[in-house]
């Protein structure tokens, strides 16, 4: 599976980018798919996460409320819509795609995930 990320680039806070994550090679159906971010200095953080039925999204509590994750496995994508978007948001995403079922606690892990996209760039300016 080829992960590409896209639709990152420079909001103000309070604004809104929607990525894109298209995958190819193979369909994801039957794939749990993730985000993660990495800020500067830090670690790699997970975003959000949807199971391969789309049935079960996971989200960090920093962005509950806020960032909503969706598949499209008709068109093989997967989306995160980042809303309200503040300074401490700013980091390149990056797409996963796992053979991951069970329980939520596994979606939110990195090294359970197979594939992963090559990350885009948000930055948000206060």
């Known amino acids: 599976v080829q992960l590409q990320a896209s639709g990152g680039g420079l909001v103000q806070a309070g604004g809104s980018l929607r990525l894109s994550c298209a995958a190819s090679?193979?369909?994801?159906?039957?794939?749990?798919m993730g985000w993660f971010r990495r800020a500067p200095g830090k670690d790699r953080e997970f975003v959000a996460a949807?199971?391969?039925?789309?049935?079960?999204?996971d989200y960090t509590d920093s962005v509950k409320g806020r960032f909503i994750i969706s598949r499209d496995n008709a068109k093989n994508t997967v989306y995160l819509q980042m809303n309200s978007l503040k300074p401490e948001d700013t980091a390149v995403y990056y797409c996963?795609?796992?053979?991951?079922?069970?329980?939520?606690?596994?979606?939110?892990?990195?090294?359970?995930?197979?594939?992963w996209g090559q990350g885009t760039q948000v930055t948000v300016s206060s």
């Open positions: 996963a795609a796992g053979r991951i079922y069970g329980n939520s606690w596994s979606r939110t892990l990195w090294n359970k995930y197979d594939y």
């Open positions: 090679g193979r369909a994801i159906s039957s794939y749990a």
């Open positions: 949807i199971n391969w039925s789309g049935g079960n999204l």
